[in-house]
């Protein structure tokens, strides 16, 4: 089901006049970062021969990674890793089929984080969920789960000459962006995020709330958001 195209379900002129409700997907709905799990998966077994086109860069990953710029690069150059050597349709069903048998594993999706989504759709919000994922893979997920009411602002890969590429990559100021350009008025009601990247959709929210973060990540978000900023803890 393309539930990115559940936008035009809505009514347009009540779409406009709703709260607007951000949810980040990865870290909030669900539990781990799927998009990373899913290379982890290419790559054993049989696909361990990949690690080899990614051979020059392994030395640099300790200090790439935890960065917003070093894992945006780095989730650019495994995604085209994994997807070397396939067509583009052999590429989207192994991410589609990964997506729904991850979500069928117990205890994947923060079951907090559903309570609020549906909470906020019985409310009448317009609940809009932004991911720096994939979008086929996110879709996948969701749907498994029978989880619908919502508009999906994902990434978007397609097949270049060496593997898949993004060519809409929504992470950090993009998800901003990329809301901008859907024509998703800021200020936006409520945002929903799990870590630092997330600052800049969270600032431009009237109310941030901040799912699980460490110690360090919430004192950080702390002194960038202020008193608009809300931490939980959810199961």
Not at 31 to 50: A, D
Not at 128 to 142: R, S
Not at 171 to 187: E, N, S
Not at 204 to 227: H, I, M, Q, S, Y
Request: charged residues 25%; aromatic residues 8%; proline residues 4%.
């Amino acid at each position: 089901m393309e539930q990115a195209m559940e936008t035009a379900a809505f009514d347009e002129p009540a779409a406009e006049a709703a709260r607007v409700v951000l949810f980040d997907f990865d870290g909030v709905i669900v539990r781990h970062q799927t998009l990373e799990l899913f290379y982890r998966h290419r790559l054993s077994g049989v696909g361990r021969w990949r690690l080899l086109l990614a051979l020059p860069l392994l030395p640099l990953v300790p200090f790439l990674i935890g960065g917003v710029a070093g894992n945006r690069f780095l989730g650019r150059v495994f995604l085209r890793v994994v997807t070397f050597g396939r067509s583009e349709a052999a590429c989207r069903r192994s991410m589609a089929a990964f997506g729904r048998a991850y979500a069928r594993r117990p205890g994947v999706f923060c079951r907090d984080a559903v309570a609020a989504l549906r909470r906020h759709i019985a409310a009448g919000d317009r609940v809009v969920i932004v991911t720096g994922n994939e979008q086929k893979m996110v879709e996948a997920m969701l749907d498994e789960v029978n989880l619908g009411g919502y508009e999906l602002v994902a990434s978007q890969a397609r097949m270049g000459l060496v593997g898949m590429r993004f060519v809409s990559h929504n992470v950090h100021h993009a998800k901003v962006r990329t809301l901008d350009r859907a024509g998703i008025a800021r200020p936006w009601a409520v945002a929903y995020g799990d870590s630092l990247s997330d600052v800049p959709m969270l600032k431009a929210a009237e109310a941030a709330r901040l799912v699980n973060p460490t110690p360090k990540t919430a004192k950080k978000a702390g002194r960038l958001l202020g008193d608009k900023l809300e931490i939980l803890h959810w199961y």
